[in-house]
């Protein structure tokens, strides 16, 4: 099955920008990956913030977004706040398979 | 308000079987794709299997083919893993998800003598 790769850490000033990505081993990540992206805060389950490479639900801040970015999926946070120090996963869709990525902390500092 | 509440999870010795449950409610259950996903302490999110409205399609990560099994009853709103020839490495936390949008708050499963 294939690997999907995070950058491990990350760390952004209150108020910054900083951009994660997702890659595929298999090849460049498309819009038909369906590329989800999740936040994970110690001791609580998941949350979804965005599905199909770049729209949002309802609870999803407006500072984050989606992306594909030089042939990886992408979230930009744009504006942090110390509430979005988080682990952050992405979710590609292989035809009959998923797979999550190997899942970035962000640090705001 | 969309609810999932898994349960059955516990403590179980290596080669032993478990089967976790998943009460949904809240949406109309016989619409959505649903899933089961893991995660082992410390560590990262594994996707485990999924099936189809109708359950006539399931899908399985790699690792559990042959051992798990996933299942729903949309009559009683129930998504549900029969999980065989239990792993140490099977020991996480699942969650049960509506299609990859909505979590449960998950259950653990502990595999150990």
């Known amino acids: 099955q294939a690997v999907v790769t995070q950058e491990p850490s990350l760390t952004v000033s209150p108020g910054g920008t900083v951009t994660l990505t997702c890659g595929s081993s298999t090849g460049a990540v498309t819009s038909g990956h369906y590329p989800y992206w999740f936040q994970q805060k110690p001791g609580q389950a998941p949350r979804t913030l965005i599905y199909?490479?770049?729209n949002k639900y309802s609870w999803t801040p407006a500072r984050f977004s989606g992306s594909l970015l030089g042939g990886k999926a992408a979230l930009t946070l744009s504006g942090a706040q110390p509430e979005d120090e988080a682990e952050y996963y992405c979710?590609?869709?292989?035809?009959?398979?998923?797979?999550f990525g190997t899942g970035t902390k962000v640090t705001v500092l | 308000e969309v609810q999932l509440v898994e349960s059955g999870g516990d403590l179980v010795q290596p080669g032993g079987s478990l089967r976790l449950s998943c009460a949904a409610s809240?949406?109309?259950?016989?619409?959505?794709?649903m899933s089961w996903v893991r995660q082992a302490p410390g560590k990262g999110l594994e996707w485990v299997a999924n099936i189809k409205q109708d359950g006539s399609e399931k899908y399985y990560v790699d690792s559990v083919k042959g051992r798990f099994t996933i299942s729903r009853d949309n009559a009683k709103n129930s998504l549900y893993l029969q999980m065989n020839s239990l792993r140490a490495e099977d020991t996480a936390v699942y969650y049960c998800l509506r299609g990859s949008l909505y979590w449960g708050q998950g259950t653990l499963v502990t595999v150990s003598s």
């Open positions: 199909d490479t770049s």
């Open positions: 979710l590609l869709s292989y035809s009959d398979v998923k797979v």
């Open positions: 809240g949406f109309t259950f016989s619409t959505y794709w």
